[in-house]
Structures are given as structure tokens and as C-alpha cells.
């Protein structure tokens, strides 16, 4: 199934079960909780970002084409960062290059996995109980911050740096989905999650150890080789610029950039 986070026709925002036609039907109650699909129509406004997690987590260097194209060594272990729930955007909302740092702006195309129960310590062979569903990211990174202090937290958490969407799917299989990124028509990034080195369970058991997962909780789990950063000559993000990431079975989000 794919749930949507709609503004609907009377500008309210609801969750709606979107079928392969483009049209949508009411969702009636809580998707973290009981739910269940109507028979009701729904025009949306707007597709907006499929949910407002009450937090974000992110690993680093969990693809090997990453790693290699960067020149650093294979973790022993997750690597895991946080970003701000303030960067989240959704389908066609801007991403807005930051005064503070608007020359060395990067993409990252990522499968994003959508905590559905709040869980701790929960065991690899078990993680299929907890997970709502998948959906997919670009973790924006601003380079320059990210040279400039001893963590990622500032660079991959300036407003707009987390667009989500389109939806949320609930029955797929997240060990090989194909993910690519599309800069202004340019295939940059183009990998599939078979490649993972750290796998969804293994990334949900090693980060739930002794640590809560709120229902709600987004785990963006890396990104391929063909960021901009690591390219000659180097791409960075660019007023005008648009920007899609693709993931198979999920669906696009494209963001324009200002």
C-alpha cells in the first residue's frame, strides 16, 4: 500500500491511500496505530511530506561505491548522525541553498525506513514488526560545513535539507530496490540497496540497542556513489536546478532548488 500525506480539497491534511490511476481514498484513523482505507474519494491540493518524525537518524559510508569514491575505509560499525525534523520538506517544495553556506549544497539519494511501533532493542530477525514502511530521501549536505566541524549534525540539517516523499510504502521488500538521482536530466547516482553494507536489520537492531525509536522515527540508511562532492569537476546544487531521487516500487520526489 501507499500512504500519502495530502492537503486536501478543504486545505485539511489528511492521510490517503494512493492507487497506480493517481487518484487517492480517505484514510480514517491513526497510521500508527488503527487504521483502515475508505471507500472515500480525496483531491489533493498538495502531496506533502508523508510524515513529520519526531526524529531523524542517518548513516554514513554504508555503500561501498561511496565509500571508495571519497577514499575512506569501510565503518567497523554504523556510521550515524542526526538531522534536524525542522529540515524536512515534501514533492515539489524548494530546497533552499543557506547563507551561511550556499557554494558546496550536495545530494544524496537514500531508502529511508518509517519506525511504525515505538521499539527498543529489537533483535534483526524481528524488525519487520516495527517498520511502517519505506519512503525516499535526499539528505541535502552542505560540504563546506561539513569540513568545517568534527560532526555532520549543522551540514545535513539546514532547513529544506530533508526532503521525503512521495509516499509511504508499507509492503515492499527493501533488500534490492533500484535508487538513482536526476540532476536537471543527468543520471548522477545510480545504484540499487542490494549494495547496502550494513542491511535495514542490521542498521534498526544496532541503533534500537538501549536506545528508544519513536513511532514515527525515519532511519535514512546512506547513499551510493555520485554525489557531487566526490566528482571532477565538482557538482553543488545551483539556484534553478531540479533535483529528482527515485527509488523502484516507491516513486519519485523531485525538489527545485532556489
Avoid at 2 to 26: H, P, V
Avoid at 35 to 46: E, H, I, L
Avoid at 133 to 155: C, E
Wanted: aromatic letters at 6%; proline letters at 6%; hydrophobic letters at 40%.
Amino acid at each position: 500500500m501507499k500512504l500519502y500525506r495530502l492537503l486536501d480539497e478543504d486545505s485539511r491534511i489528511t492521510y490517503a491511500a494512493g492507487a497506480d490511476d493517481g487518484t487517492f481514498r480517505r484514510i480514517d484513523g491513526d497510521i500508527f496505530a488503527e487504521y483502515s482505507v475508505t471507500d472515500r474519494p480525496v483531491k489533493a491540493k498538495k502531496v506533502l511530506a508523508p510524515l513529520d518524525p519526531p526524529a531523524i537518524f542517518a548513516i554514513g559510508g554504508n555503500y561501498r561505491s561511496h565509500i571508495e569514491e571519497v577514499n575512506a575505509s569501510i565503518p567497523e560499525a554504523p556510521v550515524v548522525f542526526a538531522k534536524a525534523i525542522t529540515s524536512v520538506i515534501g514533492p515539489g517544495d524548494e530546497i533552499v541553498l543557506p547563507s551561511a553556506g550556499p557554494d558546496h549544497v550536495d545530494y544524496e539519494v537514500e531508502l529511508a525506513v518509517v519506525i511504525g511501533r515505538t521499539c527498543r532493542d529489537v533483535p534483526a530477525d524481528s524488525v519487520g514488526d516495527f517498520i511502517l514502511g519505506y519512503t525516499v530521501a535526499n539528505d541535502v549536505s552542505a560540504r563546506d560545513w561539513q569540513k568545517r566541524v568534527s560532526q555532520w549534525v549543522r551540514a545535513k540539517s539546514f532547513d529544506t535539507f530533508c526532503p521525503l516523499g512521495p509516499c509511504i510504502v508499507t509492503d515492499i521488500d527493501p533488500s534490492n530496490l533500484h535508487l538513482k538521482t536526476v540532476l536537471n536530466g543527468q543520471v548522477m547516482q545510480d545504484s540499487s540497496t542490494a549494495n547496502l553494507i550494513y542491511s535495514v536489520p542490521e542498521l534498526i537492531e544496532f541503533l534500537s540497542a538501549d536506545l528508544t525509536l519513536l513511532a514515527g522515527t525515519v532511519i535514512l540508511t546512506g547513499t551510493p556513489g555520485g554525489v557531487g562532492e566526490a566528482r571532477s569537476p565538482q557538482v553543488y546544487l545551483r539556484s534553478g536546478d531540479t533535483i529528482t531521487c527515485a527509488i523502484d516500487g516507491i516513486g519519485e520526489l523531485t525538489n527545485t532548488v532556489k
